[in-house]
């Protein structure tokens, strides 16, 4: 799933090719594309169906476009969700499930989705202009309403690993799980590490890292591991060859050269050095 860097790209592009133009019609082709939408894809076209797209906006993985009638288009990309600015008049991609024309008549926005697990909804808008659907989502790092002083108590009161809680959406949201890794690979902690062990001043450094390797990630477009993860132009990020740890079993760490590890973590693969980041000593259970 794209984290905050990618799905912050797509934004941007949303901004500078959609806000400001009015919905003239869309298509919304199968039923899964909008299961989200419970009155169904003829319903949510209806609704969209003249509305103004005045901003697009974000907080964590979650992306939507605010809308004149304070409704938002809630747009989830899933596995392999993409929002493609496209001529009109192009042949259709094979996995493109709603199509826009606006009434400017210039180019379209296709939502395409190979996996189908992502999808569009309309949500109110609460008074934070936070979809209430997106309401359990905590804010990200880049949000003014980030307090990471607060993050950081909440961590620390935590009996469970710092990765665990750095991929928790309602404590922090953005951070997957490359971004995790790569944040605990320079802060030198182990994912496995219990967060209640840890200091502050690590969590808080642990919550700077992620920041500034998501930041840097912004400046390359993203990391696009999978094909799919593209901007509204089709074009994919390349900040995967900056990373040093996800992904990079077996080759030197670039810190001091022990070959970096993959252990399972969550269903997922994690990564870290056995020198820099070692694993957290056995917890002992006393009885009685």
């Not at 806000?19 to 009155?39: F, K, Q, S």
């Not at 969700?81 to 001529?87: D, E, I, N, R, S």
């Not at 094979?94 to 379209?108: L, N, T």
């Not at 949201?173 to 502050?200: F, M, P």
Request: aromatic share 6%.
């Amino acid at each position: 799933m794209p984290e905050l860097p990618e799905v912050e790209v797509v934004r941007r592009g949303l901004a500078d090719h959609v806000v400001g133009r009015r919905i003239a019609g869309a298509e919304i082709t199968g039923l899964r594309v909008a299961r989200r939408h419970v009155a169904g894809p003829e319903d949510l076209a209806a609704r969209i169906k003249g509305a103004t797209v005045t901003s697009a906006a974000r907080r964590g993985k979650y992306l939507w476009l605010v809308l004149d009638a304070d409704e938002a288009l809630i747009v989830h990309l899933g596995m392999s969700g993409q929002m493609l600015v496209k001529p009109a008049g192009l042949p259709r991609d094979k996995h493109c499930h709603a199509v826009f024309d606006f009434a400017d008549d210039g180019p379209q926005l296709h939502f395409v989705d190979q996996r189908t697990f992502g999808g569009l909804a309309l949500s109110p808008l609460n008074l934070d202009g936070v979809p209430a659907a997106v309401a359990h989502i905590a804010p990200d790092p880049f949000e003014a309403s980030f307090d990471q002083a607060a993050v950081v108590r909440r961590m620390k009161a935590r009996d469970s690993a710092v990765k665990r809680a750095l991929l928790d959406q309602s404590l922090i949201s953005g951070i997957g799980n490359i971004y995790a890794d790569e944040a605990l690979w320079r802060a030198k902690v182990h994912g496995e590490r219990i967060c209640a062990t840890l200091t502050k001043p690590t969590l808080s450094r642990i919550l700077d890292h992620a920041r500034d390797v998501m930041s840097e990630a912004l400046g390359h477009g993203g990391t696009s591991f999978d094909a799919l993860y593209v901007n509204v132009n089709g074009a994919s990020g390349y900040f995967d060859r900056s990373l040093h740890a996800y992904g990079r079993e077996g080759t030197p760490c670039d810190r001091c050269g022990a070959p970096m590890r993959r252990e399972q973590f969550m269903n997922r693969s994690s990564y870290s050095c056995p020198v820099c980041q070692p694993r957290p000593r056995p917890r002992v259970r006393r009885l009685g």
